[in-house]
Nanobody, 123 residues
């Protein structure tokens, strides 16, 4: 089992920055992929970014060049640096782990989820 705990959410103005963290506990040695998803009210959960244990990254087009996913393997912690935030980035952000499949942006391929951290961007 793996437990994921997110932190770092908050409220910022448009153009601002936030850094999300996700601490992983448990059988983390088995995790090859980790990722970030978000869900806005009334919308489906969508993939934001993913990273594998070798450091290869993938991003949704909507956040490319603004968000950066990274990890500290020694601390079992995943990060999401979010710059140039827009009101449309407002959502609950979730950390995910243990992806198996080919389409990382689909929630059904991930086995573990955190509880989420709220990000609100005002115009």
């Amino acid at each position: 089992q793996v437990q994921l705990v997110e932190s770092g959410g908050g409220s910022v103005q448009s153009g601002g920055s936030l850094r999300l963290s996700c601490a992983a506990f448990g059988y983390t040695y088995s995790i090859y992929y980790m990722g970030w998803f978000r869900q806005a009210p009334g919308k489906e959960r969508e993939g934001v970014a993913a990273i594998d244990s070798d450091g290869s990254t993938s991003y949704a087009d909507s956040v490319k060049d603004r968000f950066t996913i990274s990890q500290d393997n020694a601390k079992n912690t995943l990060y999401l640096q979010m710059n140039s935030l827009k009101p449309e980035d407002t959502a609950m952000y979730y950390c995910a782990a243990d992806f198996k499949g080919t389409e990382w942006w689909l929630t059904l391929h991930w086995n573990y989820w955190g509880q989420g951290t709220q990000v609100t961007v005002s115009s």
